[in-house]
Structure formats: structure tokens, C-alpha cells
């Protein structure tokens, strides 16, 4: 009897943990009944927002992947003096206050700050703050990925006459992809959810900076069920992201490579 009670504990404690995880999501979904929530989902405001999310979060991952993906590769492959501060700084972002990023961007490239453009408060500062906080999310899974490359695989494409660039989009991008698509759908999720340093550095103009986030803040105080439609939708997306990220994670498969290497060798 003695033994059982530790283990009846455990099983209560793992159970209120999981219930305390699973509550708020569910609640959202019981406070307005299906039908009305798909309703609220066809104002203006759900509309405009829904669709500055996924546009700015879309080209945001654009150019995580085109920038993010050969630093990723630079940090993994090579070993250089400030290497180490280097990896700091991409993962620094993931630990700064958003708001505290908000106001970074704000400096730099606001109309009084360092560059002195007009990119604040307009759809390319949502971009942007998309892209300063989510990148690390991506850039750090993509160097995990390299880094798990066979360096005697890439050695064997560079001996049968493949070049470096072709040795990296033939060899080294098929073999890490499970993990540059993991990368990219945390990215992509953080994106999607941002709001501190989107608010600080693009404000929230509807239909123009206006992203869900910011929306369901806005109609918080105003329209509690268009801001409970909205957080369900948010909701569909993560989960729809995280079985992505699960299926990614589960898929494993070499055949690119070896073709490409069977291929060369004939």
C-alpha cells in the first residue's frame, strides 16, 4: 500500500499537468459553439488579418531560407575564430523580450533611427520583426541538420567531380531536409503567433499591419467572440504545424543522395 501511493501521486500530478495544458485550448472551442465561430470568422477584420498573417509570414520565411540557410550551412561546416559569438548572436533573438526586439528594429531602421528609412509602421516592418524573431528557430535546427551530414558522402560527390555548389544542393540540402523542414515549421508557427515586436515596430493598421495577433488583442476588449474565433483559428494552424513537424520528424529517407551518387559514378 505504501509503494502504491507514490505512484498514485505521480499519475495525479502527470494528470493535473496535462489538464492544465489542455483546459485553455479547449475552453476556447467551448466558449462559442462551432457554427458561430466559422460566422465570426467572415468579418472584415478576421479577413484582413488573416490574410496580412499568412503574406507577410510567407515571405518572411522567404528570406529566412535564402539568408538563413547558407549562414546555417557557414556554421556548421566551418570552425573560424568568433565562431562561438557568431552562434550567439543568431540565437539571441529567442531570448530577448519582443518588445525589447520591437524596439531594436525601431533604431535601426525606424525614420529617426541608425539607417533612417520609412520601413517602421509599414507591412515590410511586420516582415521584418517575422523574420528577426522566428529565424532563429529555423537557422539553429538547419545547422543541426549539416552537421549530421556525412562529411564522407560530400567528400565522395567533390570526388566525382561535383562541384561545391552542386555538391550542396545535389548532396548536402536532401540529406539534412528533414531537418531544414522541422526548422522551417517552427519558424514558420513562431511567425505566425508574433506579436510584441510587430506591435512595437509596425504598429496595428487593419488591413495593412494588422496580423492576428494584434487583431485578437484589438478586439479583446470589444468583441470577446470575434477574438475567441480568431485564437480557434491560430489554434487549427499550430496544430496543423506541430502534425507537419511530427510527420517531418518521423520521415527518413536517403534515396536523393544515393541516386545522385550512383548516378555520378556510371
Do not use: C
Amino acid at each position: 500500500m505504501k509503494r502504491a501511493l507514490p505512484a498514485v501521486l505521480v499519475v495525479a500530478a502527470a494528470a493535473a499537468a496535462l489538464a492544465f495544458l489542455v483546459l485553455p485550448i479547449v475552453t476556447i472551442f467551448l466558449r462559442v459553439p462551432p457554427g458561430h465561430l466559422l460566422h465570426q470568422l467572415s468579418s472584415p477584420v478576421v479577413t484582413d488579418a488573416l490574410i496580412v498573417s499568412f503574406k507577410t509570414t510567407a515571405i518572411a520565411q522567404v528570406l529566412i531560407l535564402v539568408f538563413g540557410t547558407p549562414l546555417a550551412w557557414l556554421l556548421a561546416s566551418r570552425r573560424f575564430r568568433g565562431r562561438g559569438l557568431a552562434i550567439t548572436l543568431v540565437e539571441l533573438p529567442l531570448v530577448l523580450p519582443p518588445a525589447v526586439a520591437g524596439l531594436g528594429l525601431l533604431t535601426a531602421f525606424g525614420r529617426m533611427g541608425l539607417l533612417e528609412t520609412n520601413i517602421a509602421f509599414t507591412q515590410t516592418a511586420v516582415v521584418l520583426a517575422i523574420a528577426f524573431v522566428s529565424s532563429p528557430l529555423y537557422i539553429r535546427p538547419a545547422m543541426a541538420a549539416f552537421e549530421g551530414v556525412d562529411p564522407n558522402l560530400i567528400a565522395a560527390s567533390r570526388t566525382l567531380g561535383a562541384g561545391p555548389g552542386r555538391t550542396f544542393f545535389r548532396v548536402v540540402l536532401p540529406l539534412g531536409r528533414n531537418g531544414l523542414a522541422a526548422g522551417e515549421a517552427l519558424a514558420f508557427a513562431r511567425g505566425l503567433g508574433e506579436f510584441g515586436a510587430t506591435i512595437m515596430f509596425a504598429g496595428s493598421l487593419q488591413g495593412v499591419t494588422q496580423t492576428l495577433p494584434l487583431a485578437i488583442y484589438s478586439a479583446f476588449a470589444i468583441d470577446f467572440d470575434t477574438a475567441l474565433a480568431m485564437g480557434a483559428l491560430l489554434v487549427v494552424v499550430s496544430i496543423v504545424l506541430l502534425l507537419f513537424l511530427k510527420l517531418v520528424l518521423s520521415w527518413r529517407s536517403s534515396a536523393p543522395t544515393s541516386s545522385f551518387l550512383s548516378a555520378r559514378s556510371t
